[in-house]
């Protein structure tokens, strides 16, 4: 029941996030309502409250919803938002990952706890081999916390479930919103040291965490211009390999081709942030759906 649930999400969803009025989330939305089943919210302190934003979404649209991810430290929190939800259980994909250093075992009883409680679907996030295995094999399916197909490849090796999802930021290049592109890849790299280590990552990586990515992230939130900043250039260093590695950017020829080839390997793939900024990123996805037809 829950697999051909979460087969209804559509082979391509969007992430919206909670940092824009309620107004814009709402536009946005239903913007995205023409051509997408489903949308992910992100749970983040930089963001709205994520029920929050899931209620407006489920009030104003017919979507899917999908928390992608909320954080297990949160779980009782989570479940008694849940409850409030209760009149869209229908259309509601919960997804569990320990997130911010959190131990596996309280994202595995997380799970555990929700599929007791409700009958929607609940998906894990995994990044490393451990997590992957581990939380996969309990859920409903796996949210992979990569969006490059080398990295989806490694992931499947690990994974228990019959539901895969693929999430990683995305944006049609070029665009004003590159900066937050490349800080979205920098913070997805350091996601897990394990992935890190089996991917030999371990220099690069060292390199790009000696930069307080948060701040740069506070600072474009706030509307700054990073390129002058020294942080932000040492960053740049690497934007080859980090867009190569932890986005989907490029052209929408490139870009569908991406996903053409994640579909392959993947039931579903989420476009996520800073994708659905773009001032026109309905147009952008309906460019990126026409070339998939072609491919699929």
Known sequence: MTYE??????SLGININGDFEDEILVEKALRAEKHV????IGDSDFFKDSFHVARLILENTSLTVGFGILRAKNCLKSIKKLQELSDYEGRI???????D?????DAAGCIEILKES???????????????SLLSGMADGILLNHISLHHVEYAL???RSDFV???GPCLVLPSPLEQDLLLATAMIMGSSRSFIEDMGYSEIYGEINRIDVIDLITKRQKGMDLRGLKEYRHIENYKEFLLENFSLAGS????SAKVAKLLEKCDHVILSDPFFRDENFDKRLVEILENLKKKI
């Open 93 to 99: 994909i919960v997804g569990i990952s320990a997130g």
């Open 157 to 159: 090796k690990y994974v």
């Open 5 to 10: 649930s979460l087969l209804r999400t559509g």
């Open 118 to 132: 409700f009958t929607f679907p609940v998906v894990a996030g995994g990044t490393g081999k451990k997590s992957i």
């Open 252 to 255: 929408v020829k490139e870009i």
């Open 101 to 105: 250093g959190g131990r596996l075992r």
């Open 37 to 40: 089943k489903t949308v992910w």
């Open 165 to 167: 999802a693929a999430y």
